[in-house]
Nanobody, 119 residues
Framework: QVQLTESGGGLVQTGGSLRLSCAAS????????MGWFRQAPGKERVFVAK????????YYVDSVKGRFTISRDNAKSTVYLQMNSLKPEDTAVYYC????????????WGQGTQVTVSS
């Protein structure tokens, strides 16, 4: 069992930056691919970014490419999402998730952290 806890959300103005963290407990993250998702009010949860277990494979949704950076520190069992040049449309609850390497389903989810970008 893996427990994921996000932090770092908050209120920021357009163009600002935030760094989200996702700390894992229960098991090492070394064997898991990690991802960030977000859910805006009234919308479905959508994929934002993914990093594979070694950090060698990184993927982003087109809307955040060049602005967001996902990274991980396996020694600290923590995954990060650096968000720069934030826009109002980035406003959402951000969730981190873990999946077994090679799996199609995301097995573990955090409780989410709110990010609000004011115009």
């Amino acid at each position: 069992q893996v427990q994921l806890t996000e932090s770092g959300g908050g209120l920021v103005q357009t163009g600002g930056s935030l760094r989200l963290s996702c700390a894992a407990s229960g098991r090492t993250l070394r064997t898991y691919d990690m991802g960030w998702f977000r859910q805006a009010p009234g919308k479905e949860r959508v994929f934002v970014a993914k990093i594979n277990w070694s950090g060698g494979g990184i993927y982003y949704v087109d809307s955040v490419k060049g602005r967001f950076t996902i990274s991980r520190d396996n020694a600290k069992s923590t995954v990060y999402l650096q968000m720069n040049s934030l826009k109002p449309e980035d406003t959402a609850v951000y969730y981190c998730a873990a999946q077994f390497t090679g799996a199609t389903m995301w097995t573990y989810w955090g409780q989410g952290t709110q990010v609000t970008v004011s115009s």
